[in-house]
């Protein structure tokens, strides 16, 4: 496998090891880019090229969290006189950012794979909600990543303004770095520039509308991605329809993704625990073990709520959060034990029959 610059795109030595288990080791190795319905656009050390998925490698996958997404790694087969590479499997992701499926569903859903920092972009004007920004902040840190929170807009509020939800963040426990920024002034651009590094994946997640596409176009410095005229209330319309990585001038890249109006946290406490680090610190001190920091005797979280210690609607928010999670983690061990339970079904229906 050639490897000249592929480093430039996120490999290295982890990878690798990934590679040497899972590939043919006459085949290559390419980063999923994009994908399109059926066909995937992939970057390796050739460029760009078009793949497809392999029957066997469909046929094999057991659940869509297998197949390719954006970000992935995979391993593939393609020679100079093929129109498409073929695609023969998926390298184990070192992070992912995944939220669980929209709907009644109890699966999870792919978002990106193998992210280093995902920016959770906020506008100041009309899109600021602290609840949904705990939300994201369980999500990025469940899957592995780094995240970094961008106010944007910031014309179109006061400094008052800014200052309160600079101060309810901060209230929140929130660790994660805070950026502000104006598309409209250019005010934070280079602020932000200045934390993209290169061969490193950022990806940029938020409600749609926020201005995540305008940044990225003024990032790569042309527009790469459509962008639609601000409403009469100085926010932006939805135009993303497909997560994208884009190589940055400076060699960082980029992923842009579809606003998201659902997601709910599936199976995620070690995001939770991340994200709620100071509760998690005070229930230490909880006089039983088990403690639900609900209504217990001798709860030091419920202390912490009384003197003020702790915001109410912070914790609220990790009482929520931890029983969607744990409810949504109970329904997906049911389903699962209800698809083996077919599945043995459909094993003894075939042997009966081949007997008969």
């Known amino acids: 496998m050639k490897h000249s610059s592929l480093e430039a795109l996120g490999w290295d030595s982890w990878f690798e ?4 288990l ?13 994908v399109d319905r059926d066909q995937l656009l992939l970057l390796n050390d050739t460029g760009a090229f078009r793949a497809k998925l392999s029957g066997k490698f469909m046929y094999e996958s057991a659940s869509s969290l297998e197949l390719p997404c954006v970000g992935d790694w995979i391993c593939v087969e393609k020679s100079q006189v093929d129109q498409f ?3 023969r499997g998926v390298l184990s992701r070192k992070t992912c950012l995944r939220r669980k499926a929209a709907g009644e569903s109890v699966e999870y859903q792919m978002i990106a794979a193998n992210v280093d920092v995902v920016i959770i972009v906020q506008s100041c ?28 807009k910031i014309d179109l509020v006061g400094q008052e303004v800014l200052a309160a939800q600079l101060a309810q963040i901060l209230s929140a426990g929130v660790t994660a770095p805070v950026l502000t920024l104006s598309n409209v002034t250019g005010e934070g651009i280079d602020e932000l520039k200045g934390v993209l590094s290169p061969g490193k994946t950022y990806c ?11 940044i990225i176009n003024g990032l790569v410095g ?4 459509e962008t639609k005229v601000v409403s009469g209330t100085g926010e932006g319309r939805h135009t993303t329809v497909r997560r994208e990585l884009i190589v940055l001038e400076n060699g960082a890249m980029v992923i842009d993704n579809p606003g998201m109006r659902e997601f709910g946290v599936l199976g995620a406490e070690g995001g939770i625990d991340a994200s709620y680090s100071d509760i998690i610190a005070l229930s230490s001190q909880c006089h039983f073990r088990d403690c639900t920091h609900t209504n217990e005797p001798g709860c030091a979280v419920l202390k912490a709520l009384e003197t003020g210690e702790i915001d109410a609607e912070h914790h609220e928010n990790f ?14 061990a049911e389903k699962r034990k209800k698809d083996k339970d077919f599945g043995r079904f459909i094993k003894s229906a075939k042997k009966d029959l081949e007997e008969d």
């Not at 009309?126 to 899957?143: P, Q, S």
């Not at 009482?319 to 997906?332: G, V």
């Open 17 to 20: 090891e990934q590679a040497r």
């Open 22 to 34: 899972r590939c043919d080791p006459t085949g290559a190795v390419a980063r999923v880019a994009a």
């Open 85 to 87: 590479g073929l695609v």
């Open 125 to 152: 004007h009309y899109d600021f909600n602290l609840k949904r920004l705990e939300r994201y902040l369980v999500m990025v840190r469940d899957g592995g990543a780094t995240p970094f929170v961008l106010l944007t």
């Open 204 to 214: 940029f997640v938020g409600s749609s509308g926020v201005g995540k596409s305008t």
């Open 222 to 225: 042309r527009a790469v991605l």
């Open 319 to 332: 009482i929520k959060l931890r029983s969607e999670s744990e409810y949504y983690q109970m329904s997906s």
